[in-house]
C-alpha cells in the first residue's frame, strides 16, 4: 500500500505521538496498522499474535490424525471441515501478524525452527477417537474462554481475526460435545473410552490459561495496553464454572480430587495442574513435540515445487486460450 | 515454578505462549530471499449479499489474481459469508496518509452546516 502524504503534518515528536497512543487506548479506540505504537507494544502482539497463528496451524494435526479413521462419512466431514476452519484462523493471524511488519516467510521459518512457540496443548497426542470430541469440547471450549474477550483486543486487525475466529469455534466445540453425547449412549466400552480420553486432557486444558497470575508480571502491561482483558486464573476459572455442568450432563468426571462447589465465592474450587509438566513441553519435551515441528517442516518443503510451479505460472501470464477468450478492449483498439 | 515459569499469556488463544524471549522478527526485512520470493499480498472484498457494499475483510497472499479468488473463497467465505469477491493487490491500493487521524480529514471537522442537525426547524412543521 502507498500513501500520499497530505503535507499539512511536520513531523510530531515521541512524546506526542506516546500521548496519542494512550489517548486512544484510554478511548477504547482501537490502533490500526499505520498508527505510531511504542515498540514493546509492536512486539508483544507479534509474539502473541505469530503464536497464536503457530497454534492453529499445528493445531490441525492431532485431530487431521483421525479424519482417514472417522467412523462414519457424517464424522469425516464434519472433521475435514473443523480442520478446514483451523487452517483458516492461522491464515487470518498470519495476515494480522503481517500488518505489524513481519514478513508470512519469517512467520514460517521462526515456527519451523522452533524459534517462535505454539500452545503446549497440540503435544499431546490423539490416541482414541474419542479425543476429537474431547478436543472439540475441552480444548476448543478453552480457547473460547481465551478467544471472546479478545474480540475486544486493542488492535484492530487482531481483533477483527478475533470475531471471525469465535463464530467458528462454537461449531467445534459442538460437535466435539456431540460426538462424546453419541458414545456415551453406546456400549460400556464406548463411555470407557470417553471418560479415560476426558482423563488426559482436562489437566492439559487447564494449563492452555497460562501459569498463575502471580507468575505472570508481563500480565500487567497488556492489561494496561488492552492487548489483554483478563488474566489467567480468571480465565481458568471462569472454564472451570463452565465445564462442570456440561461434564454432569454428559455423565463424565474430571480427574480432581479437589474439585467442588464453594457456595461463599460462588464458584467451584480445584487444583493445581503439574506447572512442571507445562513447562517440559513448552520447552519441547513433550510427547509430540518433535514430531509436530517436523510434520509441519515436512509439509512446508514438501509443497515447495507447488510454489514455485505457481510462481513461474503467474510470471508467464495468461496461457493463450484464455487471452483468447477475453473481450476484444482487451486486445487495444480494436 | 520460580522463574521459568513467567511470562506466559494464556491469550495465545488456543492456549499459553511464551511471551519473553521469543524472536520477533521485526526489523529483519521482509523477504528472506532464497530461490522463491514471497507471493504478493492481495487485500480481499466480499459482499455480504446483494444491495450491500463490498466489505474489506482480510487479506491473503497468492501467485497471480486467479489464484488470489480461489484462496479468499476457501478462506472468507466457508459458510456463506458472501455472493462476490474483490481482490486486489496490496500495492495498487493508494492508502490516505500514514495516520488514521491526519489533517487530511480537517476540512469536513469544521462544516457542521453540512449536517442536517445545524438546522432548528419549529417541531410543528412536519415532515422535516
Ligand atoms: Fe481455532
Ligand atoms: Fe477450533
Same mark, same amino acid.
Given at each position: 500500500?502507498?500513501?500520499?502524504?497530505?503535507?499539512?503534518?511536520?513531523?510530531?515528536?515521541?512524546?506526542?505521538?506516546?500521548?496519542?497512543?494512550?489517548?486512544?487506548?484510554?478511548?477504547?479506540?482501537?490502533?490500526?496498522?499505520?498508527?505510531?505504537?511504542?515498540?514493546?507494544?509492536?512486539?508483544?502482539?507479534?509474539? /502473541?499474535?505469530? /503464536?497464536?497463528?503457530?497454534?492453529?496451524?499445528?493445531?490441525?494435526?492431532?485431530?487431521?490424525?483421525?479424519?482417514?479413521?472417522?467412523?462414519?462419512?457424517?464424522?469425516?466431514?464434519?472433521?475435514?471441515?473443523?480442520?478446514?476452519?483451523?487452517?483458516?484462523?492461522?491464515?487470518?493471524?498470519?495476515?494480522?501478524?503481517?500488518?505489524?511488519?513481519?514478513?508470512?516467510?519469517?512467520?514460517?521459518?521462526?515456527?519451523?525452527?522452533?524459534?517462535?512457540?505454539?500452545?503446549?496443548?497440540?503435544?499431546?497426542?490423539?490416541?482414541?477417537?474419542?479425543?476429537?470430541?474431547?478436543?472439540?469440547?475441552?480444548?476448543?471450549?478453552?480457547?473460547?474462554?481465551?478467544?471472546?474477550?479478545?474480540?475486544?483486543?486493542?488492535?484492530?486487525?487482531?481483533?477483527?481475526?478475533?470475531?471471525?475466529?469465535?463464530?467458528?469455534?462454537?461449531?467445534? /466445540?459442538?460437535?466435539?460435545?456431540?460426538?462424546?453425547?453419541?458414545?456415551?449412549?453406546?456400549?460400556?466400552?464406548?463411555?470407557?473410552?470417553? /471418560?479415560?480420553?476426558?482423563?488426559?486432557?482436562?489437566?492439559?486444558?487447564?494449563?492452555?490459561?497460562?501459569?498463575?497470575?502471580?507468575?505472570?508480571?508481563?500480565?500487567?502491561?497488556?492489561?494496561?495496553?488492552?492487548?489483554?482483558?483478563?488474566?489467567?486464573?480468571?480465565?481458568?476459572?471462569?472454564?472451570?464454572?463452565?465445564?462442570?455442568?456440561?461434564?454432569?450432563?454428559?455423565?463424565?468426571?474430571?480427574?480432581?480430587?479437589?474439585?467442588?462447589?464453594?457456595?461463599?465465592?460462588?464458584?467451584?474450587?480445584?487444583?493445581?495442574?503439574?506447572?512442571?509438566?507445562?513447562?517440559?513441553?513448552?520447552?519441547?519435551?513433550?510427547?509430540?513435540?518433535?514430531?509436530?515441528?517436523?510434520?509441519?517442516?515436512?509439509?512446508?518443503?514438501?509443497?515447495?515445487?507447488?510454489?514455485?510451479?505457481?510462481?513461474?505460472?503467474?510470471?508467464?501470464?495468461?496461457?493463450?486460450?484464455?487471452?483468447?477468450?477475453?473481450?476484444?478492449?482487451?486486445?487495444?483498439?480494436? | 515454578?520460580?522463574?521459568?515459569?513467567?511470562?506466559?499469556?494464556?491469550?495465545?488463544?488456543?492456549?499459553?505462549?511464551?511471551?519473553?524471549?521469543?524472536?520477533?522478527?521485526?526489523?529483519?526485512?521482509?523477504?528472506?530471499?532464497?530461490?522463491?520470493?514471497?507471493?504478493?499480498?492481495?487485500?480481499?472484498?466480499?459482499?455480504?449479499?446483494?444491495?450491500?457494499?463490498?466489505?474489506?475483510?482480510?487479506?491473503?497472499?497468492?501467485?497471480?489474481?486467479?489464484?488470489?479468488?480461489?484462496?479468499?473463497?476457501?478462506?472468507?467465505?466457508?459458510?456463506?459469508?458472501?455472493?462476490?469477491?474483490?481482490?486486489?493487490?496490496?500495492?495498487?491500493?493508494?492508502?490516505?496518509?500514514?495516520?488514521?487521524?491526519?489533517?487530511?480529514?480537517?476540512?469536513?471537522?469544521?462544516?457542521?452546516?453540512?449536517?442536517?442537525?445545524?438546522?432548528?426547524?419549529?417541531?410543528?412543521?412536519?415532515?422535516?
Amino acid at each position: 500500500m502507498t500513501a500520499i502524504d497530505s503535507g499539512v503534518t511536520s513531523a510530531p515528536d515521541e512524546a506526542a505521538l506516546a500521548h496519542d497512543f494512550q489517548e486512544t487506548i484510554s478511548r477504547n479506540d482501537r490502533i490500526e496498522p499505520r498508527d505510531w505504537m511504542p515498540e514493546g507494544y509492536r512486539k508483544t502482539l507479534v509474539r /502473541q499474535v505469530a /503464536q497464536h497463528a503457530h497454534s492453529e496451524i499445528i493445531g490441525m494435526q492431532p485431530e487431521g490424525n483421525w479424519i482417514g479413521r472417522a467412523p462414519s462419512l457424517r464424522r469425516k466431514a464434519i472433521l475435514l471441515a473443523k480442520v478446514q476452519d483451523e487452517a483458516g484462523h492461522g491464515l487470518y493471524l498470519y495476515s494480522a501478524c503481517e500488518t505489524l511488519g513481519v514478513s508470512r516467510q519469517q512467520l514460517t521459518e521462526m515456527l519451523i525452527s522452533g524459534k517462535q512457540k505454539y500452545s503446549s496443548i497440540f503435544n499431546y497426542p490423539t490416541l482414541s477417537f474419542a479425543d476429537v470430541g474431547t478436543i472439540g469440547w475441552l480444548v476448543d471450549g478453552a480457547a473460547i474462554c481465551n478467544q471472546v474477550p479478545l474480540c475486544r483486543t486493542s488492535y484492530g486487525p487482531y481483533g477483527r481475526s478475533m470475531i471471525r475466529i469465535c463464530k467458528e469455534e462454537s461449531f467445534h /466445540q459442538r460437535q466435539g460435545y456431540e460426538l462424546l453425547m453419541t458414545m456415551m449412549r453406546g456400549t460400556d466400552e464406548q463411555r470407557a473410552m470417553v /471418560q479415560e480420553s476426558v482423563d488426559r486432557f482436562w489437566w492439559p486444558a487447564l494449563m492452555m490459561f497460562g501459569p498463575p497470575d502471580n507468575d505472570s508480571p508481563n500480565t500487567a502491561q497488556s492489561m494496561e495496553w488492552g492487548i489483554k482483558r483478563n488474566t489467567n486464573d480468571e480465565l481458568r476459572q471462569k472454564f472451570v464454572d463452565m465445564s462442570m455442568p456440561q461434564a454432569e450432563a454428559l455423565g463424565v468426571t474430571f480427574p480432581d480430587p479437589e474439585l467442588r462447589w464453594n457456595a461463599e465465592r460462588g464458584h467451584y474450587d480445584f487444583g493445581q495442574p503439574d506447572w512442571d509438566e507445562f513447562m517440559q513441553v513448552v520447552k519441547g519435551n513433550g510427547p509430540c513435540n518433535a514430531q509436530r515441528i517436523e510434520h509441519r517442516r515436512r509439509a512446508h518443503e514438501d509443497g515447495a515445487w507447488v510454489r514455485a510451479a505457481a510462481t513461474a505460472y503467474a510470471a508467464r501470464g495468461p496461457l493463450v486460450e484464455e487471452a483468447a477468450q477475453r473481450p476484444s478492449r482487451d486486445r487495444g483498439a480494436a | 515454578m520460580g522463574d521459568e515459569g513467567r511470562d506466559y499469556t494464556a491469550e495465545g488463544g488456543h492456549g499459553a505462549v511464551p511471551l519473553k524471549d521469543v524472536p520477533t522478527g521485526l526489523g529483519q526485512g521482509g523477504d528472506l530471499g532464497g530461490p522463491q520470493p514471497e507471493w504478493p499480498l492481495y487485500e480481499v472484498f466480499v459482499r455480504g449479499k446483494r444491495g450491500l457494499n463490498h466489505v474489506h475483510v482480510g487479506s491473503l497472499h497468492a501467485a497471480d489474481d486467479r489464484m488470489a479468488l480461489l484462496h479468499a473463497r476457501d478462506v472468507y467465505t466457508r459458510r456463506n459469508e458472501g455472493v462476490s469477491i474483490w481482490v486486489v493487490r496490496a500495492d495498487a491500493i493508494t492508502a490516505s496518509s500514514p495516520d488514521e487521524k491526519d489533517p487530511m480529514f480537517a476540512p469536513s471537522g469544521d462544516k457542521v452546516y453540512r449536517h442536517p442537525t445545524f438546522y432548528e426547524i419549529p417541531a410543528d412543521v412536519p415532515h422535516m
